[in-house]
C-alpha cells in the first residue's frame, strides 16, 4: 500500500488517560516507582485514594487539587531527567504497553496512515508522555512541564498543569508553530474537562466518554466511540480544577515544544 502525502495542515490530538490508555498513566507510572523502592506504598494509597474520592464525589476541591500536585511533583524533585526518562521506558513496558486501547490507537495509526501528525495532549508529565508518544510511533507529545535545573527537577512547575483550557491553549500554539488549520483537525477524549480542546477543532470525537461528555456529545453531533466492552472502564483519573494558571500550563507546555525543537 503506497504511503499517504503529507498532510502539513491537519494533525490528530489525544488525551491519553482512558482515552488511549486504560486508567491514569501518571499512577501506573508511580506503581513502577514504588515497586523500585522510590515511592512508598502508603503515599501511593493516598495518591489512589485522592483520585477514587474525585471520580466518586465528582467534585475538584482546591485543597485536594494542591495535595494532588505537591505529591505528583515529589515523584521526581531531585531526581535527574534523563533517569526519569529512562524509568518512564521500563514502566511504559512493563505496565502500561497492554494498557493502550486497540481501537483508539488504530484511530491514531488511521491518521498518521493519512499522512497527518498525531499528538498526544495530557496532564500526564511531558517526559512520560513523550515516552508513551515514541513507544506508540506518534509524531509527539504535550504534557505538564516541571522545572529543571541543570538537568534535575526542582520539584515546581513551569506554569500550571495541562488540563482544561490549558490543552486548548498548548494546541493553538502548536497550530500556529506548525501552521495547522484547526478546522481541519481532530481530537478525541473521555472527558468533559476537555471540551476547550474538543470545541477547538473542526472534528471531534468522544471516546469512552464519561457522563457529561456524552451529553454534550450527543448534543453537538460529535462522533461517540466506546471501546469498553459493555462494562465501566477502571477509571482511575486525576481531574483538577480548571482556573486562570491554565492558560500558563498551555504556554509552558508550548515553550517546552519550542525547546524540544531547538535542541
Request: hydrophobic fraction near 45%; charge should be neutral.
Amino acid at each position: 500500500m503506497p504511503m499517504a502525502e503529507p498532510d502539513p495542515t491537519t494533525a490528530a490530538f489525544f488525551d491519553v488517560d482512558n482515552t488511549m490508555m486504560r486508567g491514569a498513566s501518571i499512577y501506573h507510572f508511580a506503581r513502577g516507582l514504588a515497586s523500585r523502592g522510590l515511592f512508598t506504598s502508603r503515599d501511593l494509597l493516598k495518591f489512589a485514594l485522592g483520585q477514587a474520592v474525585f471520580r466518586v464525589r465528582g467534585n475538584e476541591n482546591p485543597d485536594h487539587i494542591a495535595q494532588a500536585r505537591e505529591t505528583a511533583l515529589a515523584f521526581v524533585a531531585g531526581s535527574r531527567v534523563e533517569e526519569i526518562v529512562r524509568l518512564g521506558e521500563e514502566i511504559f513496558d512493563e505496565a502500561m504497553a497492554d494498557r493502550i486501547w486497540p481501537g483508539t490507537r488504530a484511530l491514531a495509526q488511521s491518521h498518521l496512515d493519512a499522512g497527518q501528525r498525531v499528538w498526544l495532549v495530557t496532564a500526564t508529565p511531558v517526559e512520560l508522555a513523550r515516552v508513551i508518544a515514541q513507544r506508540l510511533g506518534l509524531t509527539g507529545a504535550l504534557g505538564t512541564v516541571s522545572e529543571t535545573k541543570d538537568g534535575v527537577y526542582t520539584g515546581r512547575l513551569v506554569g500550571d498543569l495541562l488540563h482544561g483550557p490549558a490543552k486548548a491553549e498548548a494546541v493553538r500554539a502548536l497550530a500556529r508553530m506548525e501552521g495547522l488549520d484547526l478546522s481541519r483537525c481532530h481530537a478525541y477524549s473521555d472527558s468533559a474537562n476537555d471540551l476547550p480542546l474538543l470545541s477547538l477543532v473542526g472534528h471531534a470525537t468522544a471516546i469512552n466518554p464519561d457522563a457529561e461528555l456524552r451529553y454534550y456529545a450527543k448534543e453537538r453531533n460529535w462522533d461517540i466511540m466506546d471501546f469498553r466492552t459493555g462494562r465501566r472502564a477502571t477509571m482511575i483519573a486525576l481531574p483538577i480544577a480548571a482556573s486562570a494558571g491554565a492558560i500558563a500550563g498551555g504556554v509552558a507546555a508550548a515553550i517546552a515544544l519550542r525547546r524540544h525543537y531547538r535542541g
